[in-house]
């Protein structure tokens, strides 16, 4: 059985996509003479354009939504240990419960409440933009919409924050990676 997630050009012109991303998604497909109806690989999107309007992309099938919840919770797993507060950790623990059916949408409102506290605090000493990234990871993780494009940008940040311009690059390119995985089984993996 094909888990691959697909869309139709149809589907992205709908939604009023930028004029340059519209212009590479419609030439990667055929041009215009393409079939807009004809459904292909979101994943393809990942090499015709970018990661930004990949990110974009998916916000229009919310039938996955739980799937890029998983996808980013893997990003905000990805750069937890550059905080040690406690809230961030369980914010992250619950969500991951809440993808598996074992927590509840209080208890998701409640951990996204307290890793909010952890922000706020750390963000009141500028000192660690890293472990703030981080936190705010874990914050994006426990929201629903927009939460992969928001926490692969944080845990991206916080990647290189902690350890330079190498750290960032290896960050986007495991989210890439990793997005491309999602894309093409419907699947995601959190370890």
């Known amino acids: 059985m094909n888990n691959q997630i697909m869309i139709t050009l149809q589907q992205i ?12 998604v419609l030439k990667a497909n055929g041009g215009r003479s393409a ?3 004809k459904p292909f690989p979101v994943s393809s999107i990942l090499d015709s354009n970018n990661l930004e309007d990949t990110f974009w992309v998916i916000r229009f099938l919310p039938e996955h939504d739980l799937l890029w919840r998983r996808y980013a919770l893997w990003c905000a797993l990805q750069v937890k240990d550059n905080t040690k507060d406690l809230r961030v950790h369980e914010c992250l623990k619950t969500v991951e419960r809440f993808c598996n059916g074992e927590a509840t949408e209080e208890e998701l409102s409640a951990a996204r409440s307290a890793a909010q506290l952890a922000a706020h605090s750390v963000g009141l000493q500028a000192r660690y933009p890293a472990a703030l990234a981080a936190i705010q990871s874990a914050v994006y993780a426990a929201t629903a919409r927009l939460a992969a494009e ?3 940008g944080a845990a991206t940040y916080s990647a290189s924050e902690s350890a330079g311009a190498e750290a960032r690059y290896a960050a986007r ?3 890439e990676d990793k997005l491309r995985e999602v894309l093409d089984t419907g699947v995601c993996t959190l370890r």
Request: proline residues 5%.
């Open 150 to 152: 928001l926490v692969a």
């Open 35 to 37: 079939d807009f109806s």
């Open 13 to 24: 012109k709908d939604n009023d996509p930028c004029t340059d991303g519209w212009r590479k």
């Open 173 to 175: 390119s495991a989210q």
